[in-house]
């Protein structure tokens, strides 16, 4: 192997374990772990499928635009996630009550009810710009915003109340 061969390959274990650490730090290392596994099943299973709908190299980078691609990258992702489930039974939350702000009250109350969904419509609300906080959570958003592009434009953010039940897309 070239002596710039070596370099180069040295150079991109070095940008990895980066990448790596920086996950780490963020989120401890059992989340760092579970994003990197839900990525790379996520990105394996759309580069392939959009190869497979498309039959261009085009298509399989381009998966992110592409419906089939995309709900296949999804099913990947769950699969993950109910993979590494933790066994017990699922408790029912109950929202705390703040005496005198209800709208408090209604928001423990929305998102006690179906976590999932509230907490996600949340960090989307953030993402697309409707939400703006400070600190940690609105550098972070501004961080999203960024690097999700064009994709940012489809996050319409649903304004019914949530029912209690995670349903993918309800947003």
């Known amino acids: 192997m070239s002596k710039e061969a070596e370099l180069r390959l040295e150079q991109s274990y070095r940008d990895q374990r980066l990448m ?13 772990g579970l994003l990197l596994a ?9 580069t392939s499928v959009g190869f ?3 039959r261009t190299p085009e ?3 381009g998966w992110l635009d592409n419906a089939t691609a995309y709900k296949a990258a999804i ?6 996630l109910e993979t590494l489930r933790p066994p017990g039974d ?3 939350l109950k929202a705390d009550t703040a005496e005198g702000a209800p709208e408090v009250s209604q928001m423990l109350a929305a ?8 907490y996600a419509r949340g960090e989307l609300a953030q993402i697309s710009g409707e939400l703006v906080t400070g600190g940690r959570s609105g550098e972070m958003a501004i961080v999203k915003r960024e690097l999700l592009g064009h994709l940012v434009e489809r996050i319409k953010l649903d304004r019914r109340p949530l029912n209690g ?4 897309g309800a947003l």
């Open 38 to 46: 839900i990525a790379d099943a996520m990105n394996i299973t759309g």
């Open 59 to 61: 298509g399989a980078h």
């Open 165 to 168: 039940e995670d349903k993918p």
């Open 52 to 54: 497979g709908v498309t």
């Open 75 to 80: 099913t990947a992702a769950t699969t993950v």
């Open 90 to 92: 699922v408790v029912d």
């Open 111 to 118: 998102a006690a009810a179906n976590p999932g969904a509230g």
């Open 20 to 32: 790596i650490d920086a996950l780490v730090l963020l989120y401890g290392r059992p989340m760092a």
